[in-house]
């Protein structure tokens, strides 16, 4: 029973010795090869929306242990967006009843400008998260960073237990992960989470590189992304 504990524990520290380096080099990789699109999408955010920051003020997402983080993703919407949603019972009300999503048709908080929604539709906005990974808050695979509200409201909403949220919060959130190459947005809040927590369970660098591989093509098919 201890040479299996041992073993058990040797491997779970070669697995986030292995995670870690692919995330470091990963992230490194993908800022330096992606910074001319980083640069053109913050000159065009602030030529858009000068009045606003380059990044998206946003509330912080929950990662690891249930730690809170400030989560980097380029600005599609007018300063304060949250707020100004928030101040609206109507348009609150119908962001929570979606998932916490709204149509980004229907969404008058968005920037005028055919690049923002092709930005968000490619997931271009989530390429500062990069900088989450190398600062150890996120990593390149992992479960979809949750806000705090939406854990606290869409568990009593559809019945999660506390149970499967403690074993999501084992992981830290991912730039991409099991629920963003299974239909993102698409998804329901009670699956996501089993989807999450499952990932969570698994603990596999093969099936960590399944998922990085399988992501390009769901990017490029924009399927879930709003």
């Known amino acids: ?61 929950v990662g690891k242990g249930g730690k809170e983080f400030r989560f980097f993703k380029f600005r599609s919407m007018i300063p304060n967006a949250q707020k100004w949603l928030e101040d609206r019972p109507e348009w609150y009300e119908k962001y929570k009843a979606n998932n916490y999503k709204i149509d980004a048709n229907e969404d008058t908080r968005m920037i005028r400008g055919g690049y923002i929604k092709f930005m968000r539709r490619a997931s271009i906005d989530e390429l500062p998260q990069f900088i989450n990974v190398l600062r150890g808050e996120m990593s390149i695979v992992g479960p979809r960073a949750y806000y705090p509200f939406e854990i606290r409201d869409q568990a009593a909403k559809y019945n999660v237990s506390q149970e ?31 989807i999450d927590a499952d990932y969570a369970s698994k ?13 390009p093509y769901v990017v490029l098919s924009m399927k879930g992304a709003y």
């Open 1 to 61: 029973m201890r040479r299996y504990v041992l073993l058990l524990t040797k491997n779970f520290m070669f697995y986030f010795l292995l995670k870690r380096l692919i995330d470091v080099v990963g992230a490194i990789c993908a800022l330096v090869l992606s910074s001319p699109v980083l640069l053109f999408t913050a000159l065009y955010i602030k030529c858009k929306s000068p009045e606003g920051p380059v990044f998206a003020d946003i509330p912080k997402r």
């Open 164 to 194: 499967v949220i403690e074993k999501i919060l084992l992981s830290k959130p991912g730039i991409t992960g099991p629920w963003q190459v299974s239909g993102r947005s698409l998804i329901s809040f009670d699956k996501r989470v089993q």
């Open 203 to 215: 603990k596999s660098i093969v099936y960590d590189l399944m998922i990085i591989f399988k992501t």
